[in-house]
Structure formats: C-alpha cells, structure tokens
C-alpha cells in the first residue's frame, strides 16, 4: 500500500520540481523513490485536466435513482413490449 504525502512534502515536492529538479532528485532528496514522485504529479495533473474541463469525476456503485416519471415510461414500454410477445407467441401458435 502507498504511503500518503503530507502537506508540507507536497508543497516541497512542487517547490523542487519549480526549480526544476527531476523526479529522480526529489526523490532522492525526500527519501522517495523517482516512480513515487512521478505518480504523485500523473495524480496531479489530471485532477487539474479534470478541474479545468469541469468533469466531475465518474461515479461507481449503484446507478443514480430513477424518478417516478422515468419509471412510469420504463413499465408502460416494458408492459407494451410483453404483450406484443404474447400477441406474437399466439399467431406462431406456440402458446
């Protein structure tokens, strides 16, 4: 599991990547290793892409409820569509 990076090494580690040090050298001075830094900044940089392309972030787990009306229309096309299956089962006379 990753260790989380506290505020005061997220801002050490932006200020030192301003003054453009390579992920590798942060690392190295944080005690962190180059891959580390460089997820930190992939995280980075596209919460910002996000942010700026006003997304909200995708939802996971159970779909939003349904409203009353949205389920009205979903029976009443699911009623029509079963009795146009039981119509059509009678004419091929497999019922």
Same mark, same amino acid.
């Given at each position: 599991? /990753?260790? !989380?990076?506290?505020s005061a090494e997220r801002m050490q580690i932006e200020t030192l990547n301003k003054q453009g040090?390579? !992920?590798? @050298?942060? /690392? +190295?001075q944080l /005690?962190? &290793?180059r891959m580390q830094i460089k997820e930190y900044f992939h995280r980075l940089?596209? =919460? %910002?892409? @996000?942010?700026? =392309?006003l997304e909200l972030p995708k939802r996971r787990g159970r779909k939003p409820a349904v409203t009353l009306q949205e389920y =009205?229309? +979903? %029976?009443k096309r699911l009623k029509m569509e079963n009795d146009l299956l039981r &119509?059509?089962?009678?004419? @091929? /006379?497999r019922r």
């Open positions: 599991m /990753g260790k !989380h990076f506290t040090y390579t !992920h590798r @050298a942060i /690392g +190295e /005690g962190y &290793s940089y596209r =919460k %910002n892409r @996000a942010v700026q =392309k =009205k229309c +979903e %029976n &119509s059509f089962l009678q004419v @091929a /006379g």
